[in-house]
């Protein structure tokens, strides 16, 4: 790699080499635990603020969102091919959004954990129970069986300035819970692809490392308006920090809190990859996105999907890869009747469906 190479890194701070989901232990598997029914439980939103009055100072803002940051570890089985299973052992931070135990953090924080535990600012440690995660946005859901907590405040992200006031709360290396750090507001609208999902967060300049991911990003008045997800690192690369906008977060923390998962999201039903130039000269297919599988009596599998369909064009939008496709989708309703172009043997084809509406049920598939 070059000296100049920099890479996005999600700051998430785990000792496995690598994850993957389905896995067991004690033949139980972990999945996510069900909302109770509407009506079954009152969730105390977090109240978003008017943005009156003067600004705060570092220590004011730190001050005020203490016990509202909170410390995330996690335990994962892990296959470690001649070692066989293992646990390998996660950290990361998440943000207190009810007074009733639900906390806001990252899905790559929790999404393959079979053990989550966390650490409130007066000491007291939980064991939490993973309502929802959403991949899409790197944004999971979990709660605790406590009462009485601190929840933030959130602001409105669309009003932010660059070059306005940042502070960053959080558990960098795992061990160093209510962390704070300062410095700007550097950009608001960056568009970064972590983990194949395109995203437009924030950048900021204040201080982030491994074990931030989940905690908070705040403005001059102490409310939440972003929730830190991923950092630039490499050498000579400092101070390129991400944080996830809080209007992009708060509906899908509300819809998880509520539901388990994201109402209203569009689903086709198709696993896809991308052939890139350089895979082109090994598969000598061109490069673009594929079809690699459909998902039976999915919205696709009626449209009549193939596997090995190279998809051109959705709509008048012209389709290159992954993220093309998904900024596509995430203009589009439930419901929506939607033309796609593929390559197939050489042959231009014509498929038209009905998009559906996303379920926990299909997985790892747009």
Partial sequence: MSKRAS????LFLGAALGLSGGLTFGGDAFVAEPPAEPGEREVVAAPVAANLGAALSVREIAAKNAASVVEINTETMTMGGWVGQFISEGAGS??????????????????????ITVRLSD???????LIGTDAKTDIAI?????????????GDSTQLQVGDPAVVVGNPLGQLGGTVTSGIISALDRSITLDNQSMRLLQTDAAVNPGNSGGGLFNAYGELVGIVVAKTAGS???????????REAEP???SIMNYGFVKGRVYLGVNLTDINAFSYQFQNMPPGLY????????????????AYDHIIRAGDTEITNYADLQTFLQGCAVGDEV?????RDDKEVELRTVLGEYTPEPQNNV
């Fill in 94 to 115: 998440g943000v207190v959004v009810s007074a009733d135990g639900y906390i806001a953090t990252n899905n790559h924080v929790v999404s393959d954990a079979r053990k």
């Fill in 339 to 343: 033309t796609f172009r593929v390559n």
């Fill in 123 to 129: 000491g007291e440690t939980y064991e939490a129970r």
């Fill in 7 to 10: 890479v996005i890194i999600a």
């Fill in 252 to 254: 899908v923390i509300e």
């Fill in 291 to 306: 079809v690699t599988s459909v998902v039976p009596n999915s919205p696709a599998d009626q449209a009549g999907f193939r």
């Fill in 142 to 154: 979990i709660k605790i069986e406590a009462s009485a907590l601190t929840p933030v405040v959130f």
């Fill in 236 to 246: 000579g690369v400092e101070g390129l920090g991400f944080a996830i906008p809080t």
